[in-house]
């Protein structure tokens, strides 16, 4: 079982001291929070071609590295790490060929119910489903509107630079979309 070996691995990990390796603070010490996607490909690859290593940002996880509500718990923890743990610049970080990109919301649902969601949870919820699992189109314009919400927030700063960029799963590469400087 996986978490028989997480537990393992952990017990050896605290004993050997391993975690020494990783030791820093809260605030970030390059000073930026980043809202980048959950993709397993960009776990090790994103920090390492944009030269940060443990400590230096702030990373935010989510499908698509998309958010769509500015009073929901992404924008709640870009404000926190703007206000409260000293990240003054924002990136949001999508990539190329992203599981986001034209999600069938149909087959989406059809899978839930094959797990056991039943019509009458989803009927019940006070959201569009659809709506709320939509994805996107273009990974630029997803990127944009991601900074747009953000760097529009009224509890953001005015003079707070907000990037978007576009990183290649496989090597790395980052497109800049929009320089948060200009």
């Not at 980048?36 to 940060?52: G, H, I, Y």
């Not at 743990?85 to 990539?95: C, K, P, R, S």
């Not at 009927?123 to 900074?147: C, P, R, T």
Request: charged fraction near 25%; aromatic fraction near 6%; proline fraction near 4%.
């Amino acid at each position: 079982m996986l978490l028989d070996d997480i537990l393992k691995h952990n017990y050896q990990f605290v004993e050997e001291k391993s975690y020494q390796l990783y030791e820093t603070d809260s605030i970030p010490n390059k000073h930026a929070v980043i809202l980048t996607c959950m993709d397993t490909r960009l776990t090790e690859l994103l920090p390492k071609a944009m030269n940060f290593k443990n400590g230096d940002v702030k990373i935010l996880k989510t499908a698509g590295a998309l958010i769509k509500n500015p009073y929901g718990s992404v924008m709640r923890s870009i404000l926190v790490a703007v206000h409260a743990l000293q990240a003054d610049e924002v990136y949001v970080v999508g990539h190329h060929n992203c599981g986001m990109s034209n999600l069938d919301t149909d087959d989406l649902i059809e899978r839930m119910k094959i797990n056991g969601v039943s019509e009458d949870d989803l009927n019940q919820l006070d959201i569009d489903v659809k709506e709320w699992f939509q994805g996107f189109d273009q990974i630029e314009e997803s990127v944009k509107s991601s900074v747009e919400l953000i760097d529009q927030h009224p509890l953001l700063p005015d003079d707070m630079p907000v990037h978007g960029l576009v990183i290649d799963p496989q090597t790395g590469k980052l497109d800049l979309v929009i320089n948060g400087y200009e």
